[in-house]
């Protein structure tokens, strides 16, 4: 009977569905570590840019605010800004031929919405392959442990030996299959769910941050909030 268990005990007595199993989980983990840390970055650079965006209406002028934001590469809150003011500048230059049809209100609205669209979906990426690391590693560690301890049994069998120290080594170390599949998803889980409540902060402050703009390009002031007065 063997004396020692473990993952290399799982893998060099393994058969091929084993060890893909094994290389399964391993690349998930790896995936979901890369995942969670360049995202977590992104969302800490992001969260930055959004509490440092009021800066932007402490300026004296439009081009100096968009240098302010514009000192953090990658600020969506520049790009929103940039967005507004191209939308506005769009609607003035085309306003005589299209004067009965565009409203400088409705056209920055919806330029602006399309940025945080495209920002949002730009946040989010990378968060569904979490979601199916987290959804699945699970099972497929179960699948390992069945697949193990079918093989098990069968060795068992055929061995002829089924007393309780034969069969507990070999079934208990298919069961560390489940335990590597919770190990993968669990990080995942709380990663994505981290990430996500990260996300919907910044997402809430460029909606506030759009609205603002909006005010200020279509009346030329910023909507007062708690005092505070704009460009």
């Known amino acids: 009977m063997p004396?020692?268990?473990?993952?290399?005990?799982?893998?060099?007595q393994g058969d091929a569905v084993t060890r893909l199993i094994l290389i399964a989980l391993l690349t998930m983990s790896v995936i979901s570590w890369v995942v969670i840390v360049l995202k977590a970055l992104d969302v800490w650079r992001h969260k930055q840019s959004a509490l440092g965006s009021e800066q932007f209406w402490h300026t004296t002028s439009l081009a100096e605010g968009l240098s302010v934001l514009s000192q953090r590469p990658g600020n969506l809150f520049h790009n929103l800004a940039q967005v507004g003011q191209e939308a506005t500048e769009h609607h003035q230059a085309?306003?005589?031929?299209?004067h009965d049809r565009l409203d400088i209100s409705d056209w920055v609205t919806r330029s602006l919405r399309n940025a945080i669209d495209d920002s949002t979906s730009r946040l989010q990426n990378g968060l569904a392959i979490l979601a199916s690391v987290g959804s699945t590693a699970p099972f497929v560690g179960l699948?390992?442990?069945?697949?193990?301890?079918?093989?098990?049994?069968v060795g068992i069998g055929a061995s002829g030996n089924a007393s309780i120290d034969a069969v507990?080594?070999?079934?208990?170390?298919?069961?560390?299959?489940?335990?590597?599949?919770?190990?993968?998803?669990?990080?995942?889980?709380?990663?994505y769910n981290a990430l996500v409540r990260g996300n919907k902060f910044i997402i809430a402050?460029?909606?506030?941050?759009?609205?603002?703009?909006?005010?200020?390009?279509?009346?030329?002031?910023?909507?007062?909030?708690?005092?505070?007065?704009?460009?």
């Open 3 to 12: 004396t020692s268990f473990g993952l290399s005990h799982i893998w060099t």
């Open 94 to 98: 085309a306003q005589k031929q299209l």
């Open 143 to 153: 699948f390992g442990t069945v697949w193990g301890i079918y093989h098990a049994l």
């Open 168 to 191: 507990a080594g070999p079934v208990g170390e298919t069961l560390i299959m489940t335990a590597l599949g919770l190990a993968v998803a669990i990080p995942a889980v709380l990663g």
């Open 205 to 231: 402050r460029m909606n506030r941050f759009a609205h603002d703009l909006h005010a200020y390009f279509v009346t030329g002031a910023r909507v007062n909030h708690g005092g505070q007065h704009g460009l």
